[in-house]
């Protein structure tokens, strides 16, 4: 039998785009505009859309001239029948596809629904986001583009997978999902409301690899207003349970009302810190592990809130707590040699610098193999400085200037990356991807054995 391979549901959004596609196709696809070099109106367009407005206009006035002839008892009773008319066929239809109500076990009789408590009924928004300004939760997102997020593809993914081999995702795979996940349901309600339900979503990987970035880039693309959650900002501020519930009730009601919103928890592994280290204890960073998820499973399909967190280190968190409240977790790598390439010519351009023939890039991505984007910036920001930049006439730049900066930064180490991949080996999505590798490693060596058989 032949594998039938991945299946996709269908689309939520193939209705719209083909009424789209038929009303372009109907209005503007076949119409000659060669002679209508000054854009004039289509009377025809205008006319069709009048239409409705003419007729109802012409109605009363119809309506206005039978009551002052005497006839207007008549049209205004047909015009009841009309109605009664329609509501009867509607009902019919209504009980003709209304499917029959499932009865009520005793347990679901007695239970009733929770509703949320509003615990600030008598202050206004505004009141509300001045207080968290004031506290420090809500900051204010510095302006990153998605697009300063450089970086390029993964050229020998193709050949990788060929040899059963599946590649690292490259930067801008990274970018992608950040685009899907939270940009588009964020800032389109359309999209949200369509698109599957993605209420938060982790990023995981080595320091300087743009996490916080990226954070940044959601809030700018999107307009959304950034609520700082990271155990480090919270330490000492609304103390106490009741504290801490009127802190997510403010955050909660806030977000909803002044949507999209992002409420960004860096540092994530500490809230769901195994074992807290002693000079952690006094800061308390596990206050959000319980009531976090609770206040997560209060957003709904109509509330355009997401949840983003980052962290460097998740191994030291309990993995079922993390993925539990993390519904999506993108893991970042170090740049690839690509990247890495396009990242040294755009943070090199972006600063003021000249690539000159002297300055060979190639070189540099190749050497700086290892380091991450934040790594390379802070190079790229040290020689560059305004004295520099005025001696670039008459003194090139040399690839050995950045590298004498690059090797102060601390390296990505093969054994930190090594903790992340065997983590991410623990995440669900982690263990579907181990088990698919394992049935495929099954299915050759079966293969294999039966072709030993046949010879």
């Not at 993925?323 to 090199?348: F, G, M, N, V």
């Not at 995440?427 to 054995?449: D, F, V």
Request: with cysteine; proline share 6%.
């Amino acid at each position: 039998e032949e594998d039938e391979g991945l299946k996709l549901s269908p689309s939520k959004f193939l209705t719209a785009l083909d009424q789209g596609y038929r009303e372009y196709t109907a209005l503007w696809n076949d119409p000659d505009e060669v002679v209508n070099f000054e854009q004039r109106y289509e009377a025809e367009l205008i006319k069709a859309e009048m239409q409705k407005d003419v007729e109802t206009e012409i109605r009363l006035q119809v309506a206005t001239w039978l009551q002052g002839v005497g006839l207007g008892r008549v049209d205004e009773l047909m015009r009841q029948e009309l109605r009664h008319l329609r509501l009867a066929v509607d009902m019919e239809d209504i009980k003709a596809g209304k499917p029959p109500k499932p009865k009520k076990s005793a347990k679901q009789k007695g239970k009733k629904g929770t509703k949320e408590k509003d615990l600030t009924p008598d202050r206004t928004i505004d009141s509300l986001y001045e207080e968290l300004v004031l506290q420090g939760i809500i900051i204010k997102p510095p302006k990153v583009q998605l697009s300063d997020y450089s970086g390029d593809y993964c050229y020998l993914g193709t050949t990788l997978r060929q040899a059963e081999i599946e590649p690292i995702p490259s930067m801008l795979d990274v970018r992608q999902n950040i685009a899907l996940y939270a940009i588009l349901p964020l800032g389109s309600p359309t999209v949200h409301e369509l698109a599957p339900l993605v209420r938060s979503v982790l990023l995981a990987g080595p320091p300087g690899t743009g996490k916080k970035m990226l954070v940044h880039a959601v809030c700018t693309e999107t307009g959304a207003n950034l609520f700082d959650l990271s155990p480090g900002n919270l330490a000492g501020k609304y103390a106490g349970k009741s504290g801490l519930q009127m802190m997510l009730h403010l955050v909660l009601k806030v977000a909803r009302a002044l949507q999209p919103s992002v409420l960004w928890v860096g540092n994530a592994e500490k809230t769901f810190y195994k074992k807290v280290p002693r000079e952690e204890k006094e800061l308390d960073p596990r206050r959000l592990k319980k009531d976090l998820p609770k206040a997560l499973n209060l957003l709904t399909a109509a509330d355009r809130v997401l949840l983003l967190g980052t962290t460097t280190r998740p191994y030291l968190a309990d993995v079922k707590g993390l993925c539990k409240t993390y519904e999506r977790i993108l893991l970042i790598p170090r740049p690839d040699y690509a990247s890495r390439y396009i990242t040294w010519q755009r943070l090199i351009q972006k600063r003021g610098g000249v690539l000159a023939g002297s300055l060979d890039l190639s070189a540099l991505a190749k050497v700086s193999d290892g380091y991450s984007q934040g790594s390379m910036a802070l190079a790229v920001q040290a020689v560059l400085s305004e004295r520099r930049l005025l001696q670039l006439p008459k003194r090139p730049l040399a690839a050995s200037e950045f590298l004498q900066m690059l090797a102060r930064a601390e390296p990505v180490y093969p054994e930190e990356e090594a903790l992340l991949q065997d983590w991410y080996a623990k995440t669900p999505l982690g263990k579907k991807k181990l088990l698919a590798e394992e049935e495929k490693r099954k299915a050759a060596e079966m293969k294999g054995k039966e072709k030993k058989k046949k010879k």
